[in-house]
């Protein structure tokens, strides 16, 4: 059996560290041989250069996946050319940069992985339709790379449309496993045909913050409707994300868990 974790994305340099610091302990906890990082906010919020990724590399990260946000740092853009390991979304026009799905031979097994990037499109840009886009590269990964054992990341701001794309691809995916809203889901399953689902991981990054956002500045853009420059917040760091047992024969998720590290305090003083 494959043990795939994935970490949900990391929002500033902070949790970066963070994460750094409680790397091998998810890993040893989870028995972890396959690693997908969501890196798309590292840099203040805003993209991942290529001394983060290299950091994720040197810890046993295998696949970086991004996001919506690495276009706005144009230090991301050498490193999403010159690695094939990050990723961004698959279903941007032609012509971008960078690439939305790649294959990794597993560390221990003879069986290549494939990781693979998709973006909503509600509430989100207007890019080409990732349920169309998904039958293309599937199409390609199968018959070009011989693996059925594929992990979807899927960036998305409506829940409609995440658990739409689960339906979808149930059964023709390992898994797929909801980010960008930063706020974990209590939904993770086997849907019926062996896909795990999520729709979102959640957020590794400050949770003394508004979706990682410093509170102060999130408020005086809701009260005075104005931009204002993006700080991300430094407290209560926690790291969200999923555990998936994948059976290497079938390519069907045996098993999805999801976690908060530290988890939350629920008692209650009143």
């Not at 970490?7 to 690693?35: C, H, Q, T």
């Not at 997908?36 to 993209?47: F, H, Q, R, S």
């Not at 496993?177 to 400050?206: N, W």
């Amino acid at each position: 059996m494959i043990n795939l974790l994935f970490i949900g994305e990391i929002v500033g340099f902070p949790a970066f560290e963070f994460v750094k610091e409680n790397f091998n302990k998810l890993v040893d906890k989870y028995s972890s041989d396959f690693i997908v990082v969501n890196g798309e906010n590292i840099c203040d919020g805003k993209g991942i250069t290529e001394r983060e990724a290299n950091e994720l590399f040197d810890l046993g990260t295998d696949v970086i996946t991004t996001g919506n946000h690495i276009w706005e740092n144009w230090m991301s853009k050498p490193l999403l050319k010159s690695n094939d390991r990050v990723i961004r979304p698959m279903n941007y026009p032609p012509g971008n940069i960078g690439k939305g799905f790649t294959i990794v031979k597993h560390k221990i097994l003879d069986v290549n992985i494939a990781v693979l990037q998709l973006q909503g499109r509600m509430f989100m840009q207007t890019i080409d339709c990732p349920f169309r886009c998904a039958d293309n590269v599937l199409n390609l990964i199968s018959n070009k790379y011989a693996t059925d054992i594929i992990i979807v990341d899927f960036h998305a701001d409506a829940t409609s449309e995440k658990v739409a794309m689960g339906w979808y691809l149930d059964g023709k995916v390992t898994a797929l496993l909801g980010t960008h809203t930063h706020i974990q889901t209590a939904d993770e399953q086997i849907l019926p045909k062996g896909t795990a689902y999520i729709t979102d991981v959640g957020m590794s990054g400050p949770y003394d913050s508004v979706l990682g956002l410093d509170k102060k500045v999130a408020l005086n853009r809701y009260i005075y409707q104005s931009a204002y420059k993006f700080v991300p917040a430094k407290n209560d760091t926690r790291i969200c994300g999923v555990c998936i047992g994948i059976d290497e024969i079938s390519a069907q998720a045996i098993k999805i868990e999801k976690f908060i590290y530290p988890e939350f305090d629920k008692m209650i003083t009143l």
